[in-house]
């Protein structure tokens, strides 16, 4: 059963924090890059902090930037996609080009200060869900040439060009792709996938050079919105319902065999629209509402596998995008002029976790909360690619280290020589897979602390 744990907190606490000079228009896409504490936002705007940015612009310091001249007829043709990776950010979506840059046709890559062409020419098709591999990144959408080479809509790019990696399905059909991840050790691709395979049913495994399907997929006129890794699952968030024959709505998991619904007992009354992790947590955009309060529903949600905690009461909008990070979690509205507790919210706003949650519901199974985050312990980036660092306060002395994955075992790690001038360790687990792992440090006295990273 659930068990109700908070009730909805008054207004008086100042929850959300508008952000009048952000993005005057639409927001497609949030990413929090945190090596260089910058708020990356996308999508059908031409304003940020007072100056034309055409779609493309990130916030540091409080002050927002643009990213070169942004994208060409961005009202026309705007960013889909974007991730950080190596202190780059990677886009993808139906631009025809980022103004007076050639080659950049459906993806680019921001530098840091410049933006550059991936591999030749672009794409001859939309560009969707994208992955950063160790050496390169991995791309799907509906384009038949990548980088001037024939390809099947799945791609990668390494060593400065692009290789097919999918000879089936070929490029008859329909095919919509939204979202792309790595989980034990393999590509997914989800989205709108019908056409001449509707085996696949909306989300497929790449073997070899096929994309296969897993299990049943996702049934019913379904579509895939986001996948992240997280706790040892792949969760899919989208527009799915139990009654279509699937275990859950607007989210499950898929824990390399079985579908499951990861929340039982609350319902998701529409699709979801993104997912993010960011310390730990899991958070999520969507409406839900749960038996204990029928007439309510929330917009967000955070997850840590022990609890739901629900925030955005009876927001009258839809979250399409969402981003974690040190200040609370950027959020993006499809709507102008949203009014909450009297302040007007804009199309992004940012909403103050250290001011708490509506309610949180402590679900039926999840992890010990031997390993609940001490808020003392900061580590960073979070989620990582299993190299990470451990900020401690000057007090603590790290006498023992250790690392377990969620069903206890004890990981192997490398303690990497200390990369900040503040008092802390680096740490990289060796030949980690995607999931949740649990970090406990203690000193000489016996005092420790426990945090949570997750690696993708």
Not at 246 to 253: D, R, V
Request: proline share 5%; aromatic share 12%.
């Amino acid at each position: 059963m659930l068990l109700l744990l908070g009730t909805a907190l008054p207004s008086a606490f100042a929850q959300w924090v508008a952000m009048p000079d952000g993005p005057n228009e639409h927001v497609r896409v949030l990413c929090y890059d945190s090596v260089t504490d910058r708020l990356y936002a996308f999508g059908r705007f031409l304003e940020a902090g007072g100056q034309v940015v055409n779609g493309t612009t990130y916030m540091q310091d409080g002050q927002w930037h643009p990213m070169g001249a942004g994208v060409d007829s961005v009202f026309v043709f705007n960013v889909w996609d974007a991730h950080v990776h190596n202190d780059s950010v990677m886009i993808s979506g139906a631009f025809n080009a980022l103004v007076g840059v050639p080659n950049t046709k459906r993806i680019a890559m921001w530098n840091g200060m410049e933006w550059k062409s991936i591999g030749g020419i672009g794409g001859n098709g939309n560009a969707g869900g994208m992955v950063a591999n160790e050496d390169g990144w991995t791309m799907a959408g509906g384009f038949t040439e990548i980088g001037g080479i024939p390809s099947h809509g799945i791609a990668r790019y390494r060593n400065g060009a692009w290789e097919d990696l999918c000879s089936y399905p070929d490029n008859s059909g329909y095919k919509y792709y939204t979202a792309a991840t790595r989980y034990q050790g393999q590509y997914i691709f989800g989205g709108n996938i019908n056409g001449d395979f509707p085996d696949l049913n909306e989300i497929g495994v790449l073997v070899n050079d096929s994309l296969r399907p897993m299990g049943t997929g996702i049934l019913g006129d379904s579509w895939v919105n986001d996948m992240v890794v997280y706790d040892g699952k792949l969760f899919v968030a989208g527009e799915f319902y139990a009654g279509w024959g699937n275990p859950g709505s607007a989210i499950m998991t898929w824990n390399g065999s079985n579908w499951d619904d990861p929340i039982p007992g609350v319902v998701y009354t529409s699709q979801m629209y993104d997912l993010d992790m960011y310390d730990g947590y899991l958070f999520l955009s969507g409406q839900v509402r749960i038996a204990s309060d029928p007439q309510d529903f929330y917009m967000l949600a955070r997850y840590d596998g022990e609890q739901l905690c629900l925030f955005g009461k009876n927001i009258n909008a839809a979250v399409t995008a969402i981003a974690g990070s040190p200040q609370g979690l950027y959020v993006s509205f499809n709507v102008p002029n949203l009014i909450v507790d009297g302040l007007d919210l804009g199309y992004l706003s940012r909403y103050d976790i250290s001011q708490g949650f509506d309610t949180c519901i402590a679900l039926p199974t999840g992890i010990s909360s031997h390993y609940m985050n001490d808020p003392l312990l900061m580590i960073h980036p979070n989620p990582s690619n299993g190299t990470f660092e451990i900020n401690l306060p000057a007090t603590v002395d790290a006498r023992t280290v250790v690392v377990h994955d969620v069903l206890g075992n004890l990981v192997p790690y490398e303690r990497l020589p200390d990369r900040q001038a503040v008092h802390g360790l680096a740490i990289r687990l060796d030949d980690a897979s995607p999931g949740m792992y649990l970090v406990r440090i203690c000193t000489a006295d016996g005092h420790c602390l426990t945090g949570r990273v997750i690696v993708d």
